[in-house]
């Protein structure tokens, strides 16, 4: 059974960048959809970016597109989120989940996954 181990979290100003990684363990994540969403105290869990592993194919939330990019690297078995432009409403603690891919583009939501990491916090100063 596949496992999801997020990194590359942490604390920068308005505008900076950061890189999430999610390196699977386990199984491959090969034709597969992998998500990231984020969670902020108090709010639900909100998707932010999904790729099918497959071909690549990404879907992104309105409040992330042109900012935030998400990819994929076979060889490491690795997803990741490159965030740039970082806003304060973009602090949350940022989740990636995986599932089989049975609909493309892999949807955003939640309850559609059952494999999840632990969390990576990622917090935007102004």
């Known amino acids: 059974q596949v496992q999801l181990v997020e990194s590359g979290g942490g604390s920068v100003q308005a505008g900076g960048s950061l890189r999430l990684s999610c390196a699977a363990s386990?199984?491959?994540?090969?034709?597969?959809?992998v998500a990231w969403f984020r969670q902020a105290p108090g709010n639900e869990r909100e998707g932010v970016a999904s790729?099918?592993?497959?071909?690549?194919?990404?879907s992104y939330a309105d409040s992330v597109k042109g900012r935030f990019t998400i990819s994929q690297d076979n060889a490491k078995n690795t997803v990741y989120l490159q965030m740039n432009s970082l806003k304060p409403e973009d602090t949350a603690m940022y989740f990636c989940?995986?599932?089989?891919?049975?609909?493309?583009?892999?949807?955003?939501?939640?309850?559609?996954?059952?494999?999840w990491g632990q969390g990576t916090q990622v917090t935007v100063s102004s």
């Open positions: 989940a995986t599932d089989v891919a049975t609909v493309v583009p892999c949807p955003l939501k939640a309850p559609w996954y059952v494999t």
């Open positions: 386990g199984s491959t994540l090969s034709r597969a959809c």
């Open positions: 790729i099918y592993t497959g071909y690549s194919r990404t």
